[in-house]
């Protein structure tokens, strides 16, 4: 079992950044490739970012492409992700996942999910 914890999101204005964190419970955590959703009001979780179990391979919508970095700490069992030159478009509670497959197909079922940090960008 797998206990994920967000944090750092917030309020922030239109170009500004924000770094959010996912803490991992357990000692399992470099078994699982770890990543972010998002979900804003009346649409459907999107998928942002993912990094693998080691931190070598990173994956991203095309949407944050430049803008945002997934990365990862596997001594402190945490991944985060650094996201720069914010947009209102970026409003959205944004949630990590854990699995031990490394995958973005779309609809797949992820092992793990935590409760989300909400992230709101204003213009």
């Known amino acids: 079992q797998v206990q994920l914890v967000e944090s750092g999101g917030g309020l922030v204005q239109a170009g500004g950044s924000l770094r959010l964190s996912c803490a991992a419970s357990?000692?399992?955590?470099?078994?699982?490739?770890m990543g972010w959703f998002r979900q804003a009001p009346g649409n459907e979780r999107e998928f942002v970012a993912a990094v693998s179990r080691s931190g070598g391979t990173t994956y991203y919508a095309d949407s944050v492409k430049g803008r945002f970095t997934i990365s990862r700490d596997n001594a402190k069992n945490t991944v985060y992700l650094q996201m720069n030159s914010l947009k209102p478009e970026d409003t959205a509670v944004y949630y990590c996942y854990a699995d031990r497959v490394l995958t973005i197909l779309k609809g797949y079922d992820y092992d793990y999910w935590g409760q989300g940090t909400q992230v709101t960008v204003s213009s």
């Open positions: 357990g000692r399992t955590f470099s078994s699982y490739n």
